[in-house]
C-alpha cells in the first residue's frame, strides 16, 4: 500500500508530453509457487516532439516491486548510473536510442489490492487501468506511451494450463519440471493499462463472428469448469455488438481473437483490456436458474460496452487519466445506444436518468464534486465516477441531439479516422464533431470544465389574443469546490407542446423557425432566454426536456392534473413517465407532512385512479406500466427533496404509500398477477422482460399488507418459480415484511444457492436491504458467515454497500451506529484494498445534506478514519469531505 499521508496533487495545467517514448516491450512472466519474476525488455528512444528531451535522464515508475537487475544495451547498469527514490527509478546519462533489460520480482498472492498481477482462485490475471501497470515492472506508465507488446508468459503446467495475454497465440512449448510457456504478440501499440495476462485452470466456450470484410474472428469465453452453463448469454451479446458497431459505427474488429475471461475478485465491472478482456463474473455469467433479468441486462451491457472500448478507448486513447471520459463517457453512451436498440428505448432511459439523478446528481453536489474532464487529482481511481462515465455520456448525447444521427456519424467517422493510433483529448473528439459538420461548439465545450449541475428554472404564460404561448428559461449552476463562479452553458431542450386532445401541436417561433417536428429543441445559450410560438389557438401543455434532452435539475411548476395529462398522453415515453414521477413525489409531499404532522395519511385519489387506470390497460407497454408504478427510491428522494434529508419521514411516507396503494388497488394488483403468470420456460426478450417486471412490482405492493393471502401468495410463487428474477422477487418480499416465515425462507434460499457465489451475493444484498429495525444486527452477523470474504469486493458491495447505500432509514439510525460500522468497514479495507475502501468512503462525503446530530456523527466518523495512516484513495475523500 502507499503509505503516505499528505500525497500530491496531479494537475492537468501542469501536462507535458513524455521525455522518452518505449517502441517494443518484451515482457517474460515466469510464474513460481511463492512468487512471479518479470523479465522486461524494452526499446527507448528520445521523444522527437520534445526538444528538451534529449540528455534528460529516464525515469520509470514501480510500485512494491524487488528490483533483480538492470541492463542498458546488453551490460548490467553500474549501483552509481541508477537510484530509487520511492516509487522512481532514475537512470541517468542515457542515449536518444537504446534498451533496457529490467528484472523484478513480485509477489501477486499476496496483493489483495487486485491491481497489477493478483491471484483470484486459484488464478492469475492482471487488472493495470489505471496505474497497476507499475505494480508488475518499472515503465513509463501513462496512456500517452504507445508500444507493441510481446508476452511470455511461463508456468506450471498442470496447475496453470491455460496462459493468455493481448494478441495472438505465435509460439507454445513444454520446459522441465513441468512448466510450460506461451508467447503473444501484439501487433497494435497500446498503452500499458490495456495490458493483461491471465494463467489459470481454466474451461472454455468458442465461437466465431465473420467481420463486414469477411474476417473470421474466433470468440472465447474462459471461465471456472462449473461456471460453462452461464455462458451462453454472454457470447450472444458479444456477437450482437460486433454486428451492432459495424451497423452503427463502421467498425470493424480489428484481431483475429478476442478472448473474455471471467474473475470472481475483481474491482470493478470488466476491463477492455486488447483482445483479452477481464471480467467480474458478475458482469459475464448468466443463465434463468441464477441470473435476474436485472443481471441479464447488465451482462448485455457491460460486454458491449468493453467491446466498444476497442475503437474508443483502444485505437484511439486518452493523453492523459484527465481526459478519462473521452474513453468513457463516449463508450458509456455508446453501450447506452446498443441497450436501447436491443430493448426498450425509453425504459432504458428511465433506468439511465434515474441513476444519473440518484448518484451523479448527489456527486455534484458534494465534496467531490468535478468536471466531466477534472483539472486536478489526488488519487486518479477516485475519479472512476458517475461524472465521468454517466454524466459524460450525457454530454456526448447532447452533441448527439445538436448534430442529429447522421451529423453525429459524420464526426465519429472522422475522429476514429484523424486519431487512429493516437493517444487524444476531449477537446479533439469535439474539435472532430465540429470540423465534420461545420459548427461551433465553442459554447458547448463548457460543459467539460465546469462542474456542478445546472438548475433551470422555466416559466410559461399562454396569451390568448394572440395566439402565443411563451416560456422563459433562466439557467443558474451553484458554485463547487474551486469554482466559485459559473458560466452560462450550451443546453439543448427538447420540447413539446400539447394540445388539449393530448396531440403534439406544431411548433413555430416568433423569428419564423419551424422546430423539426422529429426533434425540436430549442437551444439555450443565455443566462435566461425566452422562447415565444407563434399559432397556438388554445392553452397548451407544456412537455419540457424530452428523453431529459440535458443532465440539469429542471424546476418547472405544473399542476397535478396537468401532470395526470402527460401522463395518459405524451408522445415522449420518457416524459410519460416523468409525469408519474413527479405526481407521485408530490403526493409522497403530502404524506410526509403528514407523518411528521401525526396525522393520518390521505392519498390524493388522482394518484390512486391513474395507477388504477395503468393496471386496467393492457394495451400500454407493460414494461412502461411496471416502470410508471415504481415508486421512487428513498435515496432518489433524498437527492431530490430540499435539505436536510427528511430520513425518516420519507422511509415512512413511501412506505406508508406503498401500502395504501396496496389496499386501494388490491383487485386490480391481483388481476395483475394473475394475467402475467409465470411461464415454465424462461425466455429472455423484452415482453417476457415486461410481464415479469410487472408482475413482480404487484407483488411487491400486495406484500406490504403481508397478510395470510399475500403470505401465501409470495411463498408459492418462492417455490414454483422457474427462474432467478420471479424467485428472487418473492424472496425479497418475504424477507423484508415482518412475518415470522422469512426466517426458514432466508435459511431455505442459503441452502439452495450456497454454491453459486452470484447468488449468495443477492441473498446478502436483500438482508442488507430489509427496512426492518434489525437489519445492522444481521448485517453484522452475516460479516461472520462462511460465505462472507473481505477481500471479495462482490462480497463487500453486497454486504456493507448495499446497506449503506441501499437502506437509508437503518444506515442514518440516529445512534450513529450505522456511520460506526461503515467506518469500522473503511479502516479495515484502507489495508486490504484501497480502491474499495474509498469507493464506501464517498457515502460519508454527504454529510452535510443531513441534520445537525447526523452530520456530527458523520463528521465524528470521518474525522475517526484521517487519524489512521491512509492510502492515498481514502485520504483523498476523507479530506475533501471534512474541508
Ligand atoms: N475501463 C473499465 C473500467 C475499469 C476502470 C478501472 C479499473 O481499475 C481501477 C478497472 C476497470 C471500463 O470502463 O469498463
Ligand atoms: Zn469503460
Given amino acids: 500500500m502507499k503509505e503516505n499521508n499528505t500525497p500530491k496533487t496531479i494537475r492537468l495545467s501542469e501536462y507535458q508530453a513524455p521525455n522518452y517514448l518505449i517502441d517494443t516491450v518484451h515482457l517474460d512472466v515466469r510464474i513460481y509457487e511463492h512468487y512471479t519474476d518479470v523479465i522486461s525488455h524494452l526499446a527507448v528512444r528520445a521523444n522527437p516532439d520534445v526538444p528538451t528531451a534529449s540528455g534528460q535522464p529516464l525515469e520509470l515508475v514501480g510500485v512494491e516491486l524487488e528490483l533483480l537487475g538492470i541492463e542498458q544495451d546488453g551490460a548490467t547498469l553500474a549501483l552509481d548510473h541508477f537510484r530509487i527514490d520511492g516509487e522512481v527509478l532514475t537512470i541517468k546519462d542515457v542515449p536518444d536510442q537504446f534498451t533496457l533489460l529490467i528484472m523484478t520480482r513480485i509477489h501477486p498472492k499476496q496483493n489483495t489490492s487486485l491491481e497489477g498481477l493478483y491471484v483470484s482462485k486459484g488464478m492469475y490475471c492482471t487488472q493495470c487501468e489505471a496505474e497497476g501497470f507499475r505494480k508488475i515492472t518499472y515503465y513509463l506508465d501513462r496512456p500517452d506511451v504507445m508500444s507493441r507488446f510481446t508476452t511470455r508468459v511461463e508456468a506450471p503446467k498442470q496447475a496453470y494450463p491455460v496462459l493468455l495475454s493481448n494478441g495472438n497465440p505465435v509460439e507454445r512449448g513444454d520446459l522441465d519440471d513441468g512448466r510450460h510457456y506461451v508467447i503473444w504478440e501484439d501487433p497494435f501499440k497500446k498503452p500499458c493499462y ?65 478472448m473474455i475471461v471471467a474473475v470472481s475478485h475483481f474491482n470493478m465491472g470488466a476491463m477492455e483490456n486488447k483482445g483479452l478482456n477481464i471480467f467480474n463474473t458478475s458482469c459475464v455469467l448468466a443463465n434463468a436458474k441464477t441470473t435476474t433479468d436485472m443481471g441479464f441486462q447488465r451482462v448485455e451491457s457491460v460486454i458491449a460496452h468493453e467491446y466498444f472500448h476497442n475503437w474508443s478507448g483502444n485505437r484511439v486513447t486518452c493523453r492523459d487519466w484527465f481526459q478519462l471520459s473521452l474513453k468513457e463517457g463516449f463508450t458509456v453512451f455508446r453501450d447506452q445506444q446498443f441497450s436501447a436498440d436491443m430493448g426498450s428505448e425509453t425504459v432504458n432511459r428511465i433506468d439511465d436518468v434515474n441513476m444519473l439523478k440518484t448518484v451523479q446528481f448527489a456527486e455534484d453536489s458534494g465534496p467531490m464534486s468535478h468536471p466531466v474532464r477534472p483539472d486536478s487529482y489526488i488519487e486518479i481511481n477516485n475519479f472512476y465516477t458517475t461524472t465521468v462515465y454517466e454524466k459524460g455520456a450525457e454530454v456526448v448525447r447532447m452533441i448527439h441531439r445538436l448534430m442529429g444521427k447522421d451529423g453525429f456519424r459524420k464526426g465519429s467517422d472522422l475522429y476514429f479516422e484523424r486519431h487512429d493510433g493516437q493517444a487524444v483529448t476531449c477537446d479533439d473528439f469535439v474539435q472532430a464533431m465540429e470540423d465534420a459538420n461545420g459548427v461551433d461548439l465553442t459554447l458547448f465545450r463548457r460543459w467539460y470544465s465546469q462542474a456542478g449541475t445546472p438548475h433551470l428554472k422555466v416559466t410559461s404564460e399562454y396569451v390568448s389574443d394572440q395566439n402565443q404561448f411563451s416560456i422563459t428559461f433562466e439557467q443558474t449552476t451553484l458554485p463547487t469546490p474551486g469554482q466559485p463562479e459559473k458560466l452560462p452553458l450550451h443546453i439543448p431542450v427538447a420540447i413539446g407542446l400539447l394540445g388539449a386532445d393530448g396531440k403534439d401541436l406544431a411548433l413555430q417561433l416568433s423569428d419564423g423557425t419551424v422546430l423539426d417536428p422529429l426533434n425540436p429543441v430549442l437551444e439555450l445559450k443565455q443566462a435566461k432566454q425566452t422562447f415565444r410560438f407563434n399559432g397556438i389557438k388554445e392553452q397548451p401543455v407544456a412537455s419540457v426536456l424530452r428523453g431529459f434532452s440535458a443532465p440539469v435539475k429542471l424546476f418547472y411548476e405544473q399542476e397535478r392534473a396537468e ?321
Fill in 563 to 883: 401532470l395526470a395529462f402527460l401522463m395518459s398522453h405524451d408522445s415522449d415515453g420518457f416524459n410519460r413517465w416523468n409525469a408519474s414521477q413527479r405526481l407521485t413525489v408530490e403526493v409522497l409531499l403530502d404524506l410526509m407532512s403528514a407523518y411528521q404532522e401525526q396525522k393520518p395519511l390521505y392519498v390524493d385519489s388522482l394518484l390512486l385512479e391513474s395507477f388504477r387506470a395503468l393496471l386496467a390497460d393492457e394495451s400500454l407497454d407493460q414494461a412502461m406500466v411496471a416502470k410508471m408504478l415504481e415508486l421512487p427510491t428513498e435515496q432518489f428522494l433524498a437527492e431530490l427533496l430540499p435539505k436536510p434529508v427528511q430520513v425518516d419521514a420519507i422511509h415512512h411516507a413511501r412506505e406508508g404509500l406503498k401500502r395504501e396503494l396496496a389496499c386501494g388497488l388490491r383487485q386490480e394488483l391481483q388481476q395483475v398477477i394473475n394475467r402475467c403468470h409465470m411461464d415454465p420456460e424462461y425466455h429472455y426478450n423484452v415482453d417476457a422482460v415486461a410481464k415479469r417486471s410487472l408482475r413482480n412490482v404487484c407483488l411487491a405492493y400486495v406484500m406490504t399488507l403481508a397478510d395470510d393471502e399475500a403470505t401465501e401468495l409470495c411463498l408459492s410463487q418462492y417455490r414454483e418459480a422457474g427462474n432467478m428474477t420471479d424467485q428472487l422477487a418473492a424472496f425479497r418480499a418475504l424477507a423484508h415484511s415482518e412475518r415470522s416465515e422469512k426466517t426458514q425462507v432466508i435459511a431455505d434460499f442459503y441452502q439452495q444457492w450456497s454454491s453459486e457465489a452470484l447468488v449468495v451475493d443477492q441473498w446478502f444484498m436483500v438482508q442488507a436491504s430489509s427496512p426492518q429495525p434489525d437489519a445492522l444486527d444481521n448485517v453484522q452477523a452475516l460479516m461472520q458467515h462462511e460465505a462472507f470474504e473481505m477481500t471479495s469486493p462482490n462480497k463487500i458491495r453486497a454486504l456493507i454497500g448495499a446497506f449503506c447505500n441501499n437502506n437509508p432509514v437503518n444506515f442514518h439510525r440516529l445512534d450513529g451506529a450505522g456511520y460506526a460500522f461503515l467506518a469500522d468497514q473503511i479502516i479495515a479495507l484502507n489495508n486490504i484494498n484501497p480502491q474499495v475502501a474509498s469507493r464506501m468512503s464517498t457515502i460519508l462525503t454527504r454529510w452535510a445534506n443531513y441534520d445537525r446530530v447526523r452530520a456530527d456523527l458523520i463528521k465524528a466518523q470521518l474525522t475517526r478514519i484521517k487519524a489512521e495512516k491512509l492510502s492515498p484513495d481514502v485520504y483523498e475523500i476523507v479530506s475533501k469531505a471534512l474541508n
Fill in 194 to 258: 490495456l495490458f493483461a495476462l491471465v494463467a489459470g485452470d481454466l474451461s472454455v466456450v468458442e465461437d466465431h463472428f465473420t467481420t463486414s470484410s469477411g474476417r473470421d474472428v474466433l470468440l472465447q469465453l474462459y471461465v471456472e469448469p462449473h461456471d460453462l452453463d452461464k455462458c451462453e448469454h454472454a457470447m450472444d451479446s458479444l456477437k450482437r455488438s460486433m454486428a451492432w458497431d459495424e451497423e452503427v459505427y463502421g467498425r470493424e474488429y480489428d484481431l483475429d481473437i478476442y
